[in-house]
């Protein structure tokens, strides 16, 4: 199960390489998928991912994480979780994704109010937030021209944001909540 604002209509296939399932979703929501601040095209696919289930407090979740080739590719940034953190993905401009694991809560939220362009719907600037089954430990993110895939604990939290920043979020920092 994916958290974010923007993940729609997932569709599966079976029998990839190795007998492998894989699944990939539209990128957008159709509260403002008409109105995104883009030309040519209406948002995209999310990366290709790989569903499985897991149990934990007695219950079965459906997580899922990134295709294995996605690995080595550089395309994403893994890092180590510690307790509560806050992860700050930001540009040049001063636009910002932050990203906040509450360990106490035990939730995940993302919050992209403040991510360049959001004014062209008052549907869009809502913050994410999932329910965590497992402490978190690791997150992998995928940052793309306008979107955000977060995968915690190897895809057991999953959250899928579209974002409009003006230049590339090519800044991370990393604080200890």
Known sequence: QDYGKDHYAAVSFAHAPNGRHTMIAWMSNWGYANNVPTMQFRSANTIAREPFLYSANGKIYLGSRPSPEYDNAGLDKSIKINGSSIITLSNQNGEEVV?????????????????????????????????????????????????????ANNGGVCMTSLVFPTSPLDKWTIVKK
């Open 99 to 151: 990203i906040t694991y509450d360990q106490t809560a035990m939730t995940l939220s993302c919050d992209r109010s403040k991510s360049g362009l959001t004014d062209f719907s008052s549907n869009f600037n809502n913050i994410a937030t999932a329910p965590v089954q497992r402490k978190i430990t690791s997150m992998r993110i995928f940052i793309g021209n306008s979107s955000v895939e977060i995968f």
